[in-house]
T-cell receptor
Framework: NAGVTQTPKFQVLKTGQSMTLQCAQD?????MYWYRQDPGMGLRLIYY???????DKGEVPNGYNVSRLNKREFSLRLESAAPSQTSVYFC???????????FGPGTRLTVT | AQSVAQPEDQVNVAEGNPLTVKCTYS??????LFWYVQYPNRGLQFLLK??????LVKGSYGFEAEFNKSQTSFHLKKPSALVSDSALYFC????????????????FGQGTILTVHP
């Protein structure tokens, strides 16, 4: 039982390159979330998926797209990376009816 | 809109002394409140939550938090700090309104670095 896993752990991109961050959970949770963490700003919600087949924008969605591939997997795509997207990205999940979220270990992304 | 404030960027305490990490919130409905801890290069770990009921909530690793509705606060406390408690702590809130959805979007504070000195 791995909980929430994220790949890759680290990534360096050049401006304009694209990449997909992967998140998978084995807890059979309905809802999944993508956050970014920047110093002094806490965590900000990028996109979320309340259930399989649905996705919605969060607080800072510009420059990102998401796919809820199935109940287990929720990916975050950067189509054309910018230095402002340098951050640590966290995936989180929770089960319907429960309120706390469970976080993955994060992906540290640097865009040069 | 919901918001969370952690007024102290950093808290320093000596090992064995009590610690408090402050959090205030703003919601339009009833608040669901959470504390998370983050160790270096790790994801966030859930510590405790207040949903309803007793204003004093107990959580993992000996931490507790007190919900104060009149002061809109949810301060994290521990009677005797350990060096191993040194980490980044986040308070989070979810605004619950009757008839709202259940997917639980959280709003996080900016975090407080807790340093416990030997």
């Amino acid at each position: 039982n791995a909980g929430v896993t994220q790949t890759p752990k680290f990534q360096v991109l050049k401006t304009g390159q694209s990449m997909t961050l992967q998140c998978a959970q084995d807890m059979n949770h309905n809802s999944m979330y993508w956050y970014r963490q920047d110093p002094g700003m806490g965590l900000r919600l990028i996109y979320y998926s309340a259930s399989e087949g649905t996705t919605d924008k969060g607080e800072v969605p510009n420059g990102y797209n998401v796919s809820r591939l199935n109940k287990r997997e929720f990916s975050l795509r950067l189509e054309s990376a910018a230095p402002s997207q340098t951050s640590v990205y966290f995936c989180a999940t929770n089960v319907r009816g429960a309120y706390e979220q469970y976080f993955g270990p994060g992906t540290r992304l640097t865009v040069t | 809109a919901q918001s969370v404030a952690q007024p102290e960027d950093q808290v320093n305490v000596a090992e064995g002394n009590p610690l408090t990490v402050k959090c205030t919130y703003s919601v339009s409905g009833n608040p669901y409140l959470f504390w998370y801890v983050q160790y270096p290069n790790r994801g966030l770990q859930f510590l405790l939550k207040y949903i309803t009921g007793d204003n004093l909530v107990k959580g993992s690793y000996g931490f507790e938090a007190e919900f104060n509705k009149s002061q809109t606060s949810f301060h994290l406390k521990k009677p005797s700090a350990l060096v191993s408690d040194s980490a980044l702590y986040f308070c989070a809130v979810r605004d619950f309104k009757a008839g709202g959805t259940s997917y639980g979007k959280l709003t996080f504070g900016q975090g407080t670095i807790l340093t416990v000195h030997p």
